[in-house]
């Protein structure tokens, strides 16, 4: 019952996660402008995000244009869209490999062993998922924070983190919860139920070759002997010869 409850959760964890990745992907908040100059009437805020980019003019409406190439792209945006790509593919695989195991699922019957194998496939598919979230996502923080401390860059030309990046890394904590239940609980359980059939490795045993079947001879049982017939005639066959006629003569003469 407790590890039922536990899929459940890891479920909804795993759940939670794959939708953020998928905001944070689709987002276009990835590098907002950076405002750090003397004005602070701010009319116009650029923001670049892996598919495209958008300015937003006095938080009125924003205008937003799709990249012309690929190769334009920073090195961490182009690896970015890949990963990112990659983990929306694994974590969706795993949430539907994960349906078929839960033991409130009869996709698989009597057979816990191949449910258990089946959640942990499930949960190392979801936790590398929180991986290739956490790697663009760190990596373009760490290009971020790095330009914004060039002394060679124009305050024009630094940028903030955005509100995708840390949907992304929420994102990869739930994932990464949610693989952890499912992988962690089903290993405890392997490993308790294959104790229960261990056997001593002191045990002093001995094999012997198989013996072949001798044919045994067909034994009849011992077949009753016919009972002599009384009759009123006396009977002259006799076991010894007497000169007088015994008692049972008699009798079975009368």
Request: aromatic share 10%; hydrophobic share 45%.
């Amino acid at each position: 019952m407790a590890n039922s409850a536990l899929e459940i959760v890891g479920l909804l964890l795993t759940l939670i996660g794959l939708i953020g990745a998928a905001a944070s992907t689709g987002m276009p908040m990835w590098r907002v402008t950076a405002f750090i100059g003397e004005n602070i009437i701010v009319f116009e805020t650029r923001y670049e995000g892996l598919w495209m980019n958008c300015f937003r003019q006095a938080d009125i409406r924003m205008q937003c244009k799709v990249y012309d190439s690929l190769l334009a792209l920073s090195p961490d945006l182009q690896a970015a869209r890949g990963l990112m790509c990659c983990s929306l593919a694994l974590g969706g695989l795993g949430l539907l490999i994960s349906l078929v195991g839960l033991q409130c699922t009869a996709c698989i019957q009597n057979n816990d062993r191949a449910k258990r194998m089946v959640l942990i496939i499930a949960g190392c598919m979801i936790i590398m998922a929180c991986i290739c979230v956490l790697i663009p996502v760190s990596w373009t923080g760490h290009v971020i924070i790095r330009d914004f401390y060039n002394p060679l860059l124009i305050d024009a030309q630094r940028r903030e983190l955005g509100e995708a990046l840390y949907i992304g890394w929420v994102s990869s904590a739930f994932l990464f919860a949610g693989g952890c239940m499912f992988t962690c609980c089903n290993l405890q359980s392997e490993s308790k139920g294959s104790d229960r059939y261990m056997y001593s490795r002191n045990s002093q045993y001995m094999a012997y070759p198989p013996q072949p079947i001798q044919p045994q001879q067909l034994v009849l049982p011992p077949q009753p002997q016919p009972q002599p017939l009384l009759s009123r005639h006396p009977s002259t066959n006799y076991s010894y010869h007497s000169r007088y006629p015994s008692v049972r003569s008699a009798v079975a003469y009368l």
